[in-house]
């Protein structure tokens, strides 16, 4: 069996290091196997990964359904919590769904897509045509905000599946904390009423 040498340099305890604070050659310590660190597997580095990119998210929203669906369908509320956004629809499946504003007041934004399913106060379903920076192709993103209620008390669960492809990873990202951004504004918006 090898040693290995321990050197420290611990000058309150002479035991493990010399009393003027310099090296100590005295205690063995037991020999360690070596592991080499792997790099571990996420999204980024597999390449053509198939795994799907869904962002799920929700939130307890002190107030009635009928609220939280107005602020998700209302444009002059949307545009308080949404990026500066106004959402114009019929609601209708099929219909068009477009979220359009400036973000910081100044970088025109439109988000175009199209209504999946509809179940007002409970069940909104659409999707949203996206293209990433740099890249001419186009994907889209389905959304499902679906709303539950108990004791005065709706939760609202939002289901962002932003696909696979070109720049899925980076849209998760920025889907993951933009949900965040958007469903605390919506909640603030609901229970202040402002």
């Not at 068009?96 to 970088?107: D, E, H």
């Not at 186009?138 to 070109?166: Q, R």
Request: include cysteine; glycine fraction near 8%.
């Amino acid at each position: 069996m090898s040693k290995i040498i321990h050197k420290t340099t611990d000058s309150k305890n002479p035991k493990n290091g010399n009393k003027s604070g310099g090296l100590s050659s005295k205690q063995p310590l037991q020999k360690r196997q070596t592991v080499t660190p792997q790099r571990p597997v996420t999204r980024k580095n597999v390449p053509h990964s198939t795994e799907s990119h869904v962002v799920k998210k929700s939130i307890d929203i002190k107030g009635l359904p009928s609220e939280v669906w107005d602020a998700l369908t209302n444009p002059a509320k949307t545009k308080k919590y949404f990026f500066n956004c106004e959402v114009h629809s019929d609601w209708k499946p099929g219909s068009p769904i477009t979220f359009k504003g400036r973000m910081f007041w100044i970088i025109p934004i439109e988000m175009k897509g199209e209504i999946i399913k509809v179940e007002k106060d409970k069940l909104l379903k659409y999707s949203l045509h996206n293209k990433a920076k740099g890249s001419n192709e186009a994907t889209t993103s389905t959304v499902t905000d679906s709303m539950t209620y108990h004791n005065g008390i709706t939760t609202l669960s939002v289901s962002d599946d932003v696909g696979n492809g070109e720049g899925a990873q980076e849209r998760y990202d920025k889907s993951v904390k933009g949900w965040d951004k958007v469903l605390h504004g919506l909640k603030k918006l609901v229970e202040s009423g402002k």
